[in-house]
């Protein structure tokens, strides 16, 4: 079974509007970590924000949310204020506190509209 | 505070050649992860080193081999090319303290194309 679902092979976004970008995970740890990374046509991986999963709260990071819902095992990005500089690729990412290896989605190609 | 660096930045082998990749990581840091990315797909894991030895493999042949050095750098060696094994190659640093979950950083990654 995949450990990381992300369904959306694209998204489009208005400039200034905000976004969601979805991630399901499957893991039967109790403890991990779930990451979001930004990739641009340049190649390298920028990390954005980080969900412990014994964190009450939601992570938010400048323009950057972690919407965590422990039950359903999500943890989509929301992106606010969409600006041109943000339409990349998008990974959402886990580690199981029992390993070291950070397993990737497929990645959500998002595109900023003028 | 310089970020993780590695080198070369592109590279053309042929089948059957060997191939070096190298890593330097992020300041202070002391582990590094070796990440395969082929194209339209997300980074799989190859390995990770941590005090010299490598602590963890992801499902890579023999052919896939590495090793950490006292300062921390790392190689990714990969022997016996194919053409399979053309993607980009990504070095990701980390402190080994699980600290904000043990959080990686990236490098800007080596493009290997395999003719």
């Known amino acids: 079974a995949q450990k990381i679902t992300q369904t959306q092979p694209g998204m489009f976004v208005q400039e200034k509007e905000a976004v969601t970008l979805d991630c399901t995970y499957d893991?039967?740890?109790?403890?991990?970590?779930l990451f979001w990374y930004k990739q641009p046509s340049s190649g390298e991986m920028i990390f954005l924000i980080y969900q412990g999963s014994y964190d009450q709260q939601n992570a938010t990071e400048g323009r950057y949310s972690l919407n965590f819902q422990k039950a359903r095992k999500s943890a989509n990005l929301v992106i606010s204020a969409s600006q041109l500089g943000d339409s990349a690729m998008y990974f959402c990412?886990?580690?199981?506190?029992?390993?070291?290896?950070?397993?990737f989605g497929t990645g959500t190609s998002l595109t900023v509209i003028p | 505070d310089a970020g993780v660096t590695q080198s070369p930045t592109h590279l053309i082998k042929t089948r059957g050649q060997q191939v070096t990749l190298r890593c330097s990581p992020k300041s202070g840091h002391d582990t590094v992860s070796w990440y395969q990315q082929a194209l339209g797909q997300g980074p799989q894991f190859i390995f990770q080193y941590y005090e010299e030895e490598e602590r963890q493999r992801g499902n890579f042949p023999d052919r896939f081999s590495g090793h950490q050095f006292p300062n921390y750098s790392s190689e990714l060696n990969v022997n016996a090319l194919l053409l399979g094994d053309s993607a980009l190659y990504l070095c990701a640093s980390s402190l080994g303290d699980r600290g904000r979950g043990d959080t990686q950083y990236f490098g800007p990654g080596t493009r290997l194309t395999v003719l």
């Open positions: 990412a886990m580690r199981e506190d029992t390993g070291n290896q950070f397993y």
């Open positions: 893991t039967s740890d109790p403890s991990y970590g």
